[in-house]
């Protein structure tokens, strides 16, 4: 069963940067993820769509995160990533990784979700 894992989250202060990631794990073999994104839910908040990247690389952001936050995917599209830089203490919250259609030797899964990662900015 493929599963999403995110890592590379953590406490910094406002004006610092992290890089999350997010892979499968759970199969063997060659994996691709074609077009994935990034959530965030903040306390107490709505699930907010952060940055999108299609399997062609086109990319879209949240008007909040725009110039600050790159999503990419890894040489092997196998892992995305979500580059952080000029965080705020709005930021924080917990990260999701979401995957559109994770293609597998085997066949492909649809809508994978990781559990999550918090990030936590302090002002």
């Known amino acids: 069963q493929v599963q999403l894992v995110e890592s590379g989250g953590g406490l910094v202060q406002a004006g610092g940067s992290l890089r999350l990631s997010c892979a499968a794990t759970?199969?063997?073999?060659?994996?691709?993820?074609?077009?994935a994104n990034w959530h965030r839910r903040a306390t107490g908040k709505q699930r907010e769509l952060v940055a999108s990247?299609?399997?062609?690389?086109?990319?879209s952001y949240a008007d909040s995160v725009k110039g600050r936050f790159t999503i990419s995917f890894g040489n092997a599209k196998n892992t995305v990533y979500l580059e952080m830089n000029s965080l705020k203490p709005e930021d924080t919250g917990v990260y999701y990784c979401?995957?559109?259609?994770?293609?597998?030797?085997?066949?492909?899964?649809?809508?994978?979700w990781g559990q999550g990662t918090l990030v936590t900015v302090s002002s």
């Open positions: 979401n995957v559109d259609r994770v293609l597998t030797e085997i066949g492909s899964v649809y809508n994978s």
């Open positions: 759970g199969t063997t073999g060659s994996i691709q993820f074609n077009g």
């Open positions: 990247i299609t399997s062609g690389g086109s990319t």
